[in-house]
């Protein structure tokens, strides 16, 4: 009975080898900043809390209550309303005109520029006494402004409305880019036919761009969860803690320390956020 010699495995190339030790070498320390920064904090405020009464007593809090709600409503109305406005003025901002360019870099400065100066300077533009707002409207009507931040239902539109137009210039050009896309001679065979704005837009565009504006707007979602400034900048969450959202809840606890509240209330976010991203994903991976 003859018997086959088994031929070696061949060895990898010394330059493979070195190759590979300098790549671990590389990306060890970004491996070790995902632990120190991120892997850790997260677990320490998981740890933080942990203790089941917690969550007890921050439901027995009644700003708590509120602040969910406060939390679905900018959810639903503010990203909602700011990427129907987006899809409108990605429309504008794909003409080829030569004046739309000087717009378009007008229109993207709230965007570009830092949150704390812009949303301050706001706050100080809506104060009743001394705010320019104010001001110009005694100048006109002889009459005292309304106190803007006083009134709860008041600053809380406003929060959302400034949210609105921080973020409103960045989601434009991301959906001027879906548009980009669709190439033009759809539209071109649509005008040959006859077919309205309207048409173009309802049998063209709005197909082309419906993945793209349903996971921008999942995405928006999940990023306003986790903004605190539109909100904390502006009215602090005040008046008397009734526009406070989850995102500026936990500083509230931080400024009361207590700091296993200000955890726990960031953790009850997680019900909001993972259903979002799980959506998200799965649109992603299609």
Do not use: C
């Not at 990605?90 to 004046?99: E, L, M, Y």
């Amino acid at each position: 009975m003859s018997t086959s010699a088994v031929a070696p495995l061949p060895k990898k190339p010394r330059a493979a080898n070195t190759w590979h030790r300098w790549g671990r070498i590389l990306v060890t320390p970004y491996v070790l900043i995902f632990l120190v920064f991120v892997l850790y904090p997260v677990g320490y405020g998981l740890w933080l809390a942990r203790d089941p009464q917690n969550y007890v007593q921050l439901a027995g809090d009644p700003v708590f209550f509120r602040t969910v709600v406060n939390t679905v409503v900018f959810l639903v109305v503010a990203v909602n309303l700011k990427m129907m406005i987006a899809l409108g003025l990605s429309g504008f901002f794909v003409q080829s005109r030569w004046w739309i360019k000087i717009v378009a870099l007008v229109f993207i400065l709230p965007w570009a520029a830092p949150s704390i100066p812009t949303i301050l300077s706001v706050r100080f533009m809506l104060n009743p006494e001394w705010g320019v707002i104010n001001t110009l409207y005694f100048k006109l009507t002889a009459l005292d402004g309304p106190n803007w931040l006083n009134d709860p239902t008041l600053a809380f539109s406003l929060s959302m409305l400034m949210h609105i137009w921080k973020s409103l210039p960045f989601w434009t050009l991301i959906l001027v880019a879906g548009r980009l896309a669709i190439p033009t001679e759809q539209y071109e065979a649509a005008s040959v036919d006859g077919a309205s704005r309207w048409q173009k837009f309802r049998f063209i565009t709005w197909p082309a761009m419906k993945g793209l504006y349903l996971t921008s707007t999942i995405l928006s979602m999940i990023w306003t969860l986790g903004d605190f400034n539109s909100v904390y900048l502006l009215t602090g969450g005040g008046p008397a803690d009734l526009t406070h959202v989850l995102a500026t809840l936990g500083i509230r606890y931080l400024r009361l320390d207590q700091v296993e509240l200000a955890m726990a209330s960031i953790v009850v976010a997680l019900p909001l956020v993972l259903p979002l991203v799980y959506v998200m994903m799965k649109r992603l991976s299609k």
